[in-house]
């Protein structure tokens, strides 16, 4: 029955090879969140390139507006403009539909020959079966890829860092500026006037500010 693939090796050539990069287009598209999700594990230290950018626009951002209206809006417009090879990563997920739909248009092309050219009507089954084994491949590949999954999940870590990592510490960074700007005379009176709970000293206190410094 499937002698018929090699006789029309050409179409059959057509069939493997928009279904291979069907697949490879999931394959590419999983590597790619995979390797953001295990960067997005600690941003702190991240080295990827893409979490970087985001990372910075995102400082940028605050610092020009004092804060970040929607950081989940945020997150999803940063994301949506994620690139992969030079192609936008959504683009991904739909051509690798698209070869799926081409490599089905082939195998169709091959029973219709087999049918006009008056061969056992077997000969016809195996282009469906092809079909039927190209969808039932391609199905399993999604779902064990996972790629929205991926992606939803790399959305909650970014925007939950954000929120309760990165804001609080660039909050405190601008506090803390506002305490350097303020002259050190006048720092020292303010302290004098307020009650010092805690037994130190001017010159201990002076210390710890510095050390509160370093450690930010």
């Known amino acids: 029955m499937f002698d018929i693939l090699l006789k029309q090796n050409y179409i059959s050539a057509w069939i493997a090879f928009f279904f291979a990069l ?3 287009m999931q394959v590419t598209l999983w590597l790619h969140d995979k390797s953001l999700l295990n960067g997005a594990e600690n941003m702190s230290t991240v080295s990827h390139k893409a979490l970087k950018a985001i990372h910075s626009k995102f400082v940028q951002c605050y610092h020009m507006n004092g804060e970040v209206a929607d950081i989940p809006v945020f997150v999803d417009n940063c ?13 991904f ?63 909650l ?11 609080p510490r660039l909050k405190l960074n ?4 506002q305490v350097e700007d303020i002259p050190q005379p ?10 010092n709970r805690v037994g130190l000293s001017e010159q201990e206190e002076d210390e ?9």
């Open 93 to 155: 997920g739909r051509w690798s539909v698209q070869f799926l739909f081409y490599s089905l248009i082939g195998a169709g092309v091959g029973a219709f020959r087999v049918l006009a050219l008056s061969e056992p009507f077997t000969a016809a089954l195996s282009y469906y079966a092809i079909c039927a084994l190209e969808l039932y491949l391609f199905f399993s590949a999604r779902s064990l890829f996972d790629a929205q999954g991926q992606y939803e999940l790399l959305r």
């Open 186 to 195: 006048k720092r020292r009176e303010e302290r004098k006037r307020r009650p």
């Open 79 to 91: 994301l949506a403009k994620e690139k992969i090879c030079g192609l936008n990563r959504r683009a």
């Open 22 to 24: 069907s697949l490879l």
């Open 174 to 177: 601008e506090s803390m500026s």
């Open 157 to 167: 870590k970014l925007v939950e860092y954000f929120e309760n990592h990165l804001v």
């Open 208 to 216: 710890l500010e510095v050390l509160l410094r370093e450690m930010i």
